[in-house]
């Protein structure tokens, strides 16, 4: 059974930072698209920022230049780096993944549980 699994999220001031985690887990044979999603109250759920297993990233035009997507292959984790946060960045963010499983080639879309960020002025 392939999980993700989020951490990272919390209570920080306007203008500072926090680094939030998404670990796959499971029976893995490989990992493709990578992402994070952010669902503020009351709003639609929105792609904040993607990368490929290549390594090609893309970003939101409200977070470029803030925040920083990565991954770490070996660990099937995926990071987002989030720099002079602002109230609006205030939501709870998803991690997804593109993820086929041993015992198969076919690709399904995984989702994680949800991590809060809160930023306060």
């Known amino acids: 059974q392939v999980q993700l699994v989020e951490s990272g999220g919390g209570l920080v001031q306007a203008g500072g930072s926090l680094r939030l985690s998404c670990a796959a887990t499971g029976s893995i044979r490989s990992i493709d698209a990578m992402r994070w999603y952010r669902q503020a109250p009351g709003k639609q759920r929105e792609l904040v920022a993607a990368i490929i297993s290549g390594g090609s990233t893309s970003y939101a035009d409200s977070v470029k230049g803030r925040f920083t997507i990565s991954r770490d292959n070996a660990k099937n984790t995926v990071y987002l780096q989030m720099n002079s946060l602002k109230r609006e960045d205030t939501a709870a963010y998803y991690c997804?993944?593109?993820?086929?499983?041993?015992?198969?080639?076919?690709?399904?879309?995984?989702w994680g549980q949800g991590t809060q960020v809160t930023v306060s002025s």
């Open positions: 997804n993944a593109d993820i086929s499983e041993y015992g198969t080639w076919r690709f399904r879309a995984y």
